[in-house]
């Protein structure tokens, strides 16, 4: 059985054993938190559904109002006039097919990836390097399309993807421990009132079953799912 090292115990001692808002939950992780680095904050989100069928698939983007407090480094993949616009727009790396051939021959000095459609017929080809990664492009992620400078952007900006996994649980960073409270507040509600927006039709049930809330090294907080849940129809 892994033991819990003593700090870790001490933190979680000062954690009450209910159920927290996310306006309480993050000054209490903040107040706890005991790890000398600047810690990712997470939230993990388990769903009432069943993602072995694909009509309850739950899978999106949102654009976190104060980021993720690092910029990602993001390579689009396109070709003439759109190379221009993705590199004014900020990409780190823009390029075209010889891309393409660089990351089979093994670069991925990237975070992000975005490619124009017509572009899709080479990218194709490394499904099996970045799909692992959760790197592959995707329509649904507006990862492929032809506004590649918005694209772009809104990774910049702090665009966040997530999808439940094959557990039926949705984990996904929101910030650094660093960050003001209300920062991290407003990005926590941003995400889960997206991860409410994407309940797909065929879920049957209570759709947020559990929230928690955690730094890389701290304990979780759990939160009252049903006051996010309420929150997020208005």
Same mark, same amino acid.
């Given at each position: 059985?892994?033991k819990?090292?003593k700090?870790?115990?001490?933190?979680r001692?000062?954690?009450?054993d209910?159920p927290?808002?996310?306006?309480?939950?993050?000054p209490?992780?903040?107040?706890v938190?005991?790890?000398k680095?600047?810690?990712?904050?997470?939230l993990?989100?388990?769903?009432?559904v069943?993602?072995?069928?694909?009509d309850?698939?739950?899978?999106?983007?949102?654009?976190?109002?104060h980021g993720?407090?690092?910029s990602?480094?993001v390579?689009?993949i396109a070709?003439g006039?759109?190379?221009?616009?993705?590199?004014?727009?900020?990409?780190?790396v823009?390029?075209?097919?010889?891309?393409?051939?660089k990351?089979?021959?093994?670069?991925?000095?990237?975070?992000?990836?975005?490619a124009?459609p017509?572009m899709?017929?080479?990218?194709?080809? =490394?499904?099996?390097v970045?799909?692992?990664?959760? =790197?592959?492009?995707?329509?649904?992620?507006?990862t492929?399309?032809?506004?590649?400078?918005?694209?772009?952007r809104e990774?910049?900006?702090?665009?966040?993807?997530?999808?439940v996994?094959?557990?039926g649980?949705?984990?996904?960073?929101i910030?650094?421990? &660093?960050?003001?409270?209300? &920062?991290?507040?407003?990005?926590?509600?941003? =995400?889960v009132?997206s991860?409410?927006?994407a309940?797909p039709s065929?879920?049957?049930?209570?759709y947020?079953? &559990?929230v *928690?809330?955690? &730094? *890389?090294?701290?304990?979780?907080?759990?939160?009252?799912? *049903?006051?996010v849940?309420?929150?997020?129809?208005?």
């Amino acid at each position: 059985m892994r033991k819990t090292g003593k700090k870790f115990t001490a933190a979680r001692q000062q954690v009450p054993d209910r159920p927290h808002t996310i306006e309480e939950a993050v000054p209490l992780m903040q107040k706890v938190k005991f790890a000398k680095f600047d810690e990712t904050v997470e939230l993990s989100m388990r769903l009432g559904v069943d993602p072995k069928h694909a009509d309850q698939m739950v899978r999106g983007t949102v654009v976190l109002p104060h980021g993720l407090g690092k910029s990602k480094r993001v390579l689009a993949i396109a070709g003439g006039e759109k190379q221009k616009e993705a590199q004014d727009a900020g990409a780190d790396v823009v390029g075209g097919e010889e891309v393409v051939e660089k990351i089979q021959g093994g670069w991925m000095d990237f975070d992000a990836v975005v490619a124009t459609p017509d572009m899709m017929r080479a990218v194709g080809k =490394l499904g099996k390097v970045l799909g692992p990664r959760g =790197l592959m492009p995707n329509p649904k992620t507006g990862t492929v399309t032809v506004e590649i400078a918005k694209a772009v952007r809104e990774i910049k900006a702090g665009k966040v993807e997530f999808r439940v996994d094959k557990t039926g649980i949705v984990h996904a960073p929101i910030g650094k421990i &660093s960050f003001p409270a209300q &920062s991290l507040v407003d990005n926590a509600h941003a =995400l889960v009132d997206s991860v409410v927006k994407a309940k797909p039709s065929a879920a049957k049930g209570k759709y947020l079953r &559990s929230v *928690t809330m955690s &730094s *890389t090294m701290g304990p979780g907080i759990q939160i009252d799912t *049903t006051a996010v849940e309420a929150g997020a129809k208005h």
